[in-house]
């Protein structure tokens, strides 16, 4: 029964790994167009992504970009998280994330535009 729970086990797993694909999330708040994306699937450990905002169809590079990655506290694990400035590079914010263990991760994505406005969104992610 032991072997027959590994070989299951060792399936899933792979089945998983095989599935994994990158990241892309899409969506608009306050009139800007947000777009989260990977260029591979998520692993334990960095993690680079990429965030592309625009405005009437205009790319927005005059922006600041910030990104928090966070897990809940649950009984038996402290409350995780990892915040980072994404730098623009060529027209894209990109930054990384450490992700220092699998499951569910919340995001909270803000950006600040040139009239001193924070916009806010909120997501997740699944490792």
């Known amino acids: ?9 060792v ?4 089945t998983n790994l095989l599935h994994a694909e990158p990241v892309l999330q899409e969506g608009s708040k ?3 167009d947000i777009k989260l994306s990977t260029e591979k699937s998520l692993v334990v450990g960095n993690n680079e992504f ?19 990655f966070y897990m809940p506290e649950m009984p038996g ?6 915040e980072q400035k994404a730098k623009l590079v060529d027209g894209k914010f990109k930054t990384n994330i450490n992700f220092s263990m699998g499951g569910t991760w919340q995001y909270q994505l ?7 406005k924070v916009h806010k969104v909120r997501g997740s992610v699944n490792l």
């Open 1 to 9: 029964m032991k072997s027959l729970f590994k070989l299951f086990a």
């Open 11 to 14: 399936l899933l797993i792979a």
């Open 30 to 32: 306050d009139g800007y």
């Open 50 to 68: 990429i965030v592309e905002l625009s405005k009437d169809g205009s790319v927005l590079t005059d922006v600041k970009v910030k990104i928090k």
């Open 77 to 82: 694990m402290p409350y995780m998280e990892d």
């Open 110 to 116: 803000k950006f600040k535009t040139e009239d001193g």
